[in-house]
């Protein structure tokens, strides 16, 4: 499986970004996907989670209610809405895909995933 993340860019605090995750290789439609960023020095972070269905979705506190997971599997592709952006969202965003079945705690674990995509910088400025 491979992942191409995109949508990254330059937003004023308070815009708007959406970012996409392409997949391309294995049947990727039953697989966990998440979001993850990190600035540089600092860790990873999870950011966001979605079930194979769509019908389960996962947010760190930071995001909550201020992105959006959603998935089209038969795009292969899954995206984050991002809306009321803050400087403190500046960071490279990593999309990935886990094919075991992720509980609410593992899905926010970055090692249970398998594949990732290469980044997508989002820059906010304040």
């Known amino acids: 499986v491979q992942l191409q993340a995109s949508g990254g860019g330059l937003v004023q605090a308070g815009g708007s970004l959406r970012l996409s995750c392409a997949a391309s290789?294995?049947?990727?439609?039953?697989?966990?996907k998440g979001w993850f960023r990190q600035v540089p020095g600092k860790e990873r972070e999870f950011v966001a989670g979605?079930?194979?269905?769509?019908?389960?979705?996962y947010y760190a506190d930071s995001v909550k209610g201020r992105f959006t997971i959603s998935r089209d599997n038969a795009k292969n592709t899954v995206y984050l809405q991002m809306n009321s952006l803050k400087p403190e969202d500046t960071a490279v965003y990593y999309c990935?895909?886990?094919?075991?079945?992720?509980?609410?705690?593992?899905?926010?674990?970055?090692?249970?995933?398998?594949?990732w995509g290469q980044g997508t910088l989002v820059t906010v400025s304040s």
């Open positions: 979605i079930n194979w269905s769509g019908g389960s979705t």
């Open positions: 990935a895909a886990s094919a075991a079945r992720l509980g609410d705690h593992y899905i926010r674990l970055g090692d249970y995933y398998d594949y």
């Open positions: 290789g294995r049947t990727f439609s039953t697989y966990i």
